[in-house]
């Protein structure tokens, strides 16, 4: 994929492929030590994950502190929902799904969305079905196909792949941040019909889109539900943060645009747009608005918590 970059070679898990989550927060740790701009982990626990685990708390934070892009395994305990597990639920992690050469979503690439908050998990996918890659000497994984090449199927190889493009973009990029590598994979993906948010995220990876995309949109917003942080709109109608100490007056919101987007982020219900006089044709003719001036990512959170409220 990145045939110029220069590789750094870690092991954190034993032989049989098990390990501790001590030994994978050591192993990123490492990585971001001797200058990584992109860390593959092909690697992740079977339970599913809030993204306020150790793993993802310390992939959050080296992220943040080194600038180094972790693109993480989505798993491969799909087709049920709900199953993104540590790390790849980290805030920061670029996840990964698997597709087959159709495009089509693979049986055994873990679904979304993220437990606790809903957020939407995995970011992108990538080819993981049958991929032909090379062999450890002496190694029995997969199917053999000589001795220097094994195929193999999972979100393992997806990520291998993203992770490549990611290398490929900062080669392009060497100023780019993690956050504005992952933004421009996922606001370029090509969403594949058919499949939902929470099992697809932007859609499948498109490095060529990427590599001559100037403008990007933020990527991997979580919006939450009620319990959710307070939220607030930028000037182009995009949920965001806000560092408030409570949630906003909606009552005394002047902008509707403002309260509109709040309401689709699931911050308030169908009962307050009724008490502000919103009928739901103006509701819904605010949130495709609203789509359509949002990016990829953002455009999927709003698509993914308007449906849950009952709005599309």
């Given amino acids: 994929m990145a045939p110029a970059a220069d590789l750094l070679v870690g092991k954190v898990l034993g ?31 079977d339970a599913p994950s809030d993204g306020t685990d150790p ?15 972790f693109v993480v395994a989505a798993g491969n305990a799909g ?12 805030d920061a992690a670029l996840t990964v799904g698997a597709v087959g050469r159709d ?30 890659a090379a062999r450890a000497a002496g190694t029995t994984m997969g199917q053999v196909v000589d001795p220097s090449h094994v195929a193999a199927s999972g979100t393992s190889m997806a990520a291998l792949h993203v992770a490549g493009a990611a290398a490929l973009l900062a080669q392009q990029h060497p100023d780019w941040t993690a956050s ?34 100037p403008v990007l949109a933020t990527a991997g917003l979580a919006l939450g539900t009620e319990d959710a942080v307070p939220l607030d ?38 009962a307050v747009a009724t008490q502000m006089g919103l009928s739901r044709r103006t509701v819904q003719s605010r949130i495709q608005r609203l789509m359509e001036l949002a990016g990829a990512t953002t455009r999927m959170q709003l698509a993914w918590q308007a449906a849950r409220r009952g709005w599309l």
Avoid at 17 to 43: I, P
Avoid at 60 to 69: P, Q, T, V, Y
Avoid at 79 to 90: H, W
């Fill in 15 to 45: 032989d049989d492929g098990f390990g501790t989550a001590s030994q994978v927060v050591d192993g990123m740790e490492w990585a971001v030590a001797r200058g990584a701009d992109v860390v593959n982990l092909s690697l992740g626990s």
């Fill in 55 to 69: 793993m993802s708390r310390a992939l959050n934070e080296l992220s943040a502190s080194s600038g180094a892009l």
């Fill in 79 to 90: 087709p049920a929902q709900g199953t993104i597990g540590s790390p790849a639920a980290a």
């Fill in 103 to 132: 495009d089509s979503l693979a049986d055994f690439s873990s679904r979304g969305p993220r437990a606790g908050d809903d957020a939407v998990k995995p970011d992108v996918t990538a080819p993981g079905v049958g991929i032909v």
């Fill in 180 to 213: 504005r590598l992952k933004d421009a994979l996922t606001s370029t993906a090509r969403l594949i019909e058919g499949q939902r948010v929470t099992e697809q995220g932007g859609g499948c990876v498109d490095v060529a889109a990427a590599s001559r995309t």
């Fill in 233 to 270: 709109v930028d000037h182009a109608g995009v949920v965001v943060g806000t560092d408030a100490a409570g949630p906003p007056d909606l009552h005394g919101a002047t902008d509707r645009r403002i309260l509109l987007a709040l309401l689709v982020a699931g911050v308030v219900d169908k």
